[in-house]
Antibody
Framework: EAHLVESGGGLVQPGRSLRLSCAAS????????MHWVRQAPGKGLEWVSG????????GYADSVRGRFSISRDNAKNSLYLQMRSLSADDTALYYC??????????????WGQGTTVTVS | EMILTQSPGTLSLSPGERATLSCRAS???????LAWYQQKPGQSPRLLIY???SRATGIPDRFSASGSRTDFTLTISRLEPEDFAVYFC?????????FGQGTKLEMK
């Protein structure tokens, strides 16, 4: 069974950096695009970033472009999100999600439980 | 950035009733790139529909969806108690990907 586990969240001061990780298991990680999606307390879902299977295609929400960087290590079945210049607006539960396809446009069919980032 | 507007914001219905949720896009969306998700309190989202009308694995057939270009609909034919949740549409046709703001389906 496909499984995603996020880590790296925590309390961080404004302006500082944080790196999130997502460990994947139960599926062939190399074959699929991956995403980060966040949800601020009591709010809806916001797509943050996505990466294709081979890291050739990267995408970012306007709100994080230039501050966040997505990457993956297929040898380690892991996805990462490097976050810089954090502000209170980045406070949210961050989900790692698997795409149904390799390019990142087919829908997100597996989700982790999320890791909480609090900027204060 | 493509904007997805979901309506209504809140829908109050009883078990057994039919639910119709709308997702309207600010630009035309290719049908392959429209998905619907369900989220219950304290849980991660779950993929219901991909490609505008295809049910994801394990999704009951009381869930159906349709639409094209700028207007998409999710229908739940006969509501079960476990269907009361928040529903989001999402597009991946235009970068960046975007979600609608959600429709809360609550029990009357």
């Amino acid at each position: 069974e496909a499984h995603l586990v996020e880590s790296g969240g925590g309390l961080v001061q404004p302006g500082r950096s944080l790196r999130l990780s997502c460990a994947a298991s139960g599926f062939f990680f190399d074959d699929y695009a991956m995403h980060w999606v966040r949800q601020a307390p009591g709010k809806g879902l916001e797509w943050v970033s996505g990466i294709s299977w081979n890291s050739a295609i990267l995408g970012y929400a306007d709100s994080v472009r230039g501050r966040f960087s997505i990457s993956r290590d297929n040898a380690k079945n892991s996805l990462y999100l490097q976050m810089r210049s954090l502000s209170a607006d980045d406070t949210a539960l961050y989900y790692c999600a698997k795409d149904r396809g390799s390019g990142g446009v087919s829908g997100m069919d597996v989700w982790g439980q999320g890791t909480t980032v609090t900027v204060s | 950035e493509m904007i997805l507007t979901q309506s209504p914001g809140t829908l109050s219905l009883s078990p057994g009733e039919r639910a119709t949720l709308s997702c309207r896009a600010s630009l035309s969306v290719g049908s392959s790139y429209l998905a619907w998700y369900q989220q219950k309190p304290g849980q991660s989202p779950r993929l219901l529909i991909y490609g505008a009308s295809s049910r994801a694995t394990g999704i009951p057939d009381r869930f159906s969806a349709s639409g094209s270009r700028t207007d998409f609909t999710l229908t739940i034919s006969r509501l079960e108690p476990e269907d009361f949740a928040v529903y989001f549409c999402q597009q991946s046709d235009a970068s960046p990907n975007t979600f609608g703001q959600g429709t809360k389906l609550e029990m009357k």
